[in-house]
């Protein structure tokens, strides 16, 4: 057993709704800690540097691979994404949950490099409202929406990696049931 605080990593397709879950059981649980992820994609409106992600330069991103600054990477729709590692360790040393919010790629190496870590899938209720929640978004490109739907497929097949899927067909209900399992242990 680790004297750590537990590491809840989040994953599932784009549109899947892991943000508002995330930010409910946030809600719930104030205690957790998000981590705040680097990416090398553009603000979406709204988005605040250090608040949302830390928007990085491509050569700001090289320079966090090659020394070991990320506990995780990986490219997704064009765009590169991570979890700058000495935030995880300094909080999880503290003995405050870390909650990551990240895509299936990531939490492949979180899986290799963190054996305590606790990985929860999130699924759509079906592929039809993945759909639809992707494109109400309003924020890309049909050709981005595009790529995201073929990365989904790919993704949810991944589901049986993980230590828990939980689906998301209700948020309050689904923000619970993480909680319940990542951080109590029950379920």
Not at 79 to 95: C, D, F, K, W
Request: hydrophobic letters at 45%; charged letters at 20%.
């Amino acid at each position: 057993m680790s004297d750590l605080a537990p590491l809840i990593v989040v994953s599932g397709p784009s549109g899947v709704g892991k943000s508002t879950v995330v930010t409910e059981a946030l809600r719930l649980d104030p205690s957790i800690w998000l981590s705040v992820s680097a990416t090398t994609r553009s603000p979406r409106p709204g988005e605040v540097n250090g608040e949302h992600y830390f928007f990085l330069s491509q050569e700001e991103f090289d320079e966090l691979v090659a020394t070991g600054g990320l506990l995780e990477w990986a490219e997704y729709a064009g765009n590169r994404y991570g979890t700058p590692r000495e935030a995880v360790a300094a909080h999880r040393m503290a003995g405050q949950p870390v909650l990551l919010e990240i895509e299936v790629q990531g939490a492949r190496q979180v899986r290799s490099s963190v054996a305590d870590a606790t990985l929860v899938f999130l699924a759509p209720p079906t592929a039809e409202i993945l759909e639809e929640r992707l494109r109400n978004r309003g924020t890309e490109e049909e050709a981005v929406v595009a790529a995201r739907l073929e990365v989904a497929t790919a993704e949810l097949a991944a589901a049986g990696e993980f230590d828990v899927v939980l689906v998301n067909a209700e948020v309050g209900q689904c923000a619970q049931a993480l909680l319940d399992f990542a951080i109590r242990g029950i379920g």
